[in-house]
């Protein structure tokens, strides 16, 4: 399934997270804490989702030096769109 990544603030990804937590699962996980082929600078990407769903429901990311003031964190919450099958 096609999703369409929205950003959201720090406070409502960790909100999604506390009340379900314990309930999901990683999709998908990306690590490179020394940069790699894809990215110049370290970067950390994982996706969170409920069990058998055609999708995850929330993705952080992190870019640059963990630690440092080039530390950047970004949250995403997923918007399913339907795939051409579909309609």
Known sequence: ?????????????????EQFGNELEVFATH??????????EPNVMTEWGFPDAPCALIKSHMRGERGTSAERWSYFIAEPLLDDAED
């Open 1 to 17: 399934m096609n999703v369409r990544w929205h950003p959201i603030d720090r406070d409502t990804y960790v909100a999604v997270y």
């Open 31 to 40: 690590t490179c804490m020394d940069g790699c082929e894809f990215h110049a």
